[in-house]
């Protein structure tokens, strides 16, 4: 920028090089920095639907917290789903802040998530029949998270940036928990371990959907290449799918367990995993909203929102005080 | 949206201090519909690992913050006048007379500054 | 407690001790299905740390009687039938119509109402098993203090703005006060074995707790202007016999789905 003019008196072009100059030095946008309307947008796609995602996921779990089968289990799943609402509470704020200048705020979010909108992450679509599933969803989808988290800790955003560090730091907790848990069930007795085995058949088809197609050719948009233009994310797809098969394969072998995908393994020559890809349709039908279980979470979340609309009335009636 | 749901969701921002002799950090914000419920919320939502000997919660509105042009005000050329990098060559004076130059360290009565 | 027991006290001891873990752990459950649903995110995360912290609480008084020779900590949370358990029938009830899965319409103001109210029990009952001759249990009571206050500042904090807010707040918040009050009672009675715990010094007499609960219900009463509701009344039945409600059974059942299938392999 030139010295001495005022950032007001930028012409569009000038202030969209000034900001491109930011994030290229590494410099982090704050909330009320000027930014270009795409890099907002994009930015409120991604993190609202990382917001509402981690609000929706809170409740395939929380079908596990009472059952949890002893005091400790109970302790601590219920400690890891209130994480998962911190989460939420974490991203959506970020969210909200971004979308204040276009006059938006939580409550559209929501309404957005009823509507049908806003979506969330496949995986909180889906069933979570037996404890093994409990167990699954903490180990594997929230090891799939942490991936695809852990890469945006040094997204271009700040606001995004500084949550997800608080998030990831919480995220080590989880994969514990969720390393505790299947270890327990693997040692255990057959019908622990065959419940282990049935819910990695379950989940196997949503953890490779879980970081999303290879390219846009399957989804006809090109989000994660602007978002990579503008810094907010650092790997594609398909690196963060490599990533998480060659992190956690070897410990779903070492377990002995069996991937339900007879063609899966790694190929010297490419350095990659070769895998039965998935059908993306399914994918799309799935985060639309006609996954197994997506009517019912959001109904749930409708349901409770509808039944404390009286306290929401009441507390804002309350300010004064 | 109504005019009453607007009022519940204000923003607060959350400042807190992790000992007694910390200063307080901005940590996150949260949507409360007034200060005591922020405060209530504050504790549980950014608190319930980490110690914390203290938490200020204010309401964003309260908050003048420089915009992205007035932060060109923070900018100010080099000003050695007024800090010890403009005084290096007192040390070899002092030197000059077999005196040692004071430091922060004795002018601070002999406290490294406290962090 | 220096003296050994006899058998007479240290069974109303144990009975005191059911009472004081399954209160918590009945209200503790009740409290996680609420996990996701609550009014705003915030408190949602809010409300679950004070329902874990119950839990926690629970857990450490079925340690107690552990070493008491009841069996173990997580037998005596998933396996007991429900004649065994000794909390308040009014701590049972469930949160509303539904379950935690499906169509659960929750009140809100009932569980703000019963979350106060025996937020307000419990400290004092805690400040009077400080001084139990018991001394695991006044340990035990001084630890649990530390993480009450918070409790019952959350609690009053929603009952005082709620009931002095809108025309329908205070129309529910009433309403729920009023079926809180019919069975706040069975909360403040110590049971049948009452007279020995209180002989031999776990805890303080009942009618002196129950008159010091009164006296601060009855401030927030005046203050938040709230009318009198007379005496608390035991109207469901006394749960310190062992008498409960098919939402305790309901309850149990959940709570120990998963444990009960195999109780003696690792979880």
Known sequence: MQAGL????????????????????????????????????????????????????????????????SLHRKLAIMAKVQDEMGHGQLLLRVA??????????????????????????????????????????????????????????????GPYARALKRICAEEVFHAQHGESIILALAEGTPEQRELLQDALNRWWTSLIMFFGPKSAKETGNSNADRNIMYKIRTKTNEELRQEFFTKYIPRIWALGLTIPDETIHFDEETQLWIYQDV?????????????????DRLDLRRRSYDNNGWVREALAAQKAI | MSEQENQFYNVYEVFSKKTDKASFQHQFS???????????????NFFRRETVA?????????????????????????????????????????????????????????????? | ?????????????????????????????????????????????????????????????????????????????????????????????????????????????????????YAVHKQIRLESLRLSTYEPLGDAARKIMTEQYYHLMHWELWFKQLVTSTDVAKKRMLSAVGKVWKDFGGVLTLGPSYSEMVKAGFIEDENLLKKRWLNRID?????????????????????????????????????????????????
Do not use: C
């Not at chain 2, 002092?94 to 004795?106: G, S």
């Not at chain 3, 310190?240 to 979880?267: C, F, I, M």
């Open chain 1, 6 to 69: 005022r950032f007001e008196q930028l012409t569009n072009e000038e202030k969209h090089q000034h900001f491109m100059e930011r994030i290229n030095r590494g410099e982090k946008i704050e909330a009320d920095d000027w930014m270009p309307d795409d890099y907002r947008t994009s930015l409120i796609r991604l993190i609202s639907m990382h917001g509402i995602s981690e609000i929706m996921g809170a409740l395939p779990e929380k079908e596990w917290v009472p059952k949890a089968p």
């Open chain 1, 96 to 157: 909200e802040d971004l979308m204040a200048p276009l006059g938006n705020t939580r409550e559209d979010i929501m309404q957005d998530l009823f509507s049908g909108k806003l979506k969330f992450h496949n995986v909180f679509h889906m069933e979570a029949p037996t404890w093994g599933d409990a167990g699954m969803i903490a180990w594997l989808v929230d090891g799939a998270a942490i991936i695809s988290q852990s890469m945006m800790l040094d997204s271009s955003y």
């Open chain 1, 279 to 295: 059908d993306w349709s399914e994918f799309k039908q799935i985060v639309s909203g006609n996954g197994p279980r997506s009517q």
């Open chain 2, 30 to 44: 949260l949507l409360a519909p007034n200060a005591d419920m922020a405060l209530v919320m504050a504790k549980e």
């Open chain 2, 54 to 115: 203290d938490i200020w919660v204010v309401k964003r509105e309260n908050i003048r913050g420089l915009t992205q042009g007035e932060r060109e005000m923070l900018k100010r050329m080099d000003k050695n006048y007024r800090e010890t990098k403009g005084y290096g060559y007192l040390k070899k004076k002092w030197r000059d007379y077999n005196q040692e130059q004071f430091t922060e360290k004795h002018i601070m009565g002999g406290r490294e500054e406290s962090r």
């Open chain 3, 1 to 117: 407690m220096n003296k050994a027991m006899n058998e007479q006290e240290q069974s109303a001891l144990i009975e005191l001790i059911y009472q004081l873990g399954d209160d918590d752990f009945i209200l503790a459950y009740r409290g996680s299905e609420w996990l996701g649903l609550a009014p705003h995110i915030e408190e949602d995360v809010a409300f679950s740390s004070i329902s874990q912290d119950m839990m926690g609480h629970a857990t450490m008084y079925y340690h107690l009687l552990e070493e008491l020779g009841e069996g173990d900590a997580d037998g005596l949370a998933h396996l007991r039938k429900p004649g065994a358990f000794r909390n308040a029938i009014l701590l049972e009830k469930v949160n509303g119509s539904g379950t935690y899965l499906e169509k659960p319409d929750y009140d809100w103001a009932f569980t703000v109402v019963r979350n106060y109210f």
């Open chain 3, 219 to 267: 401030r927030i009463f005046e203050e938040t202007g709230v009318p009198p509701q007379g005496e608390p009344l035991i109207e469901s039945g006394n749960g310190r016999k062992g008498e409960h409600t098919q939402d305790l059974a309901d309850a149990l059942a959940t709570l120990s789905e998963v444990y009960a299938t195999n109780p003696a392999s690792g979880w």
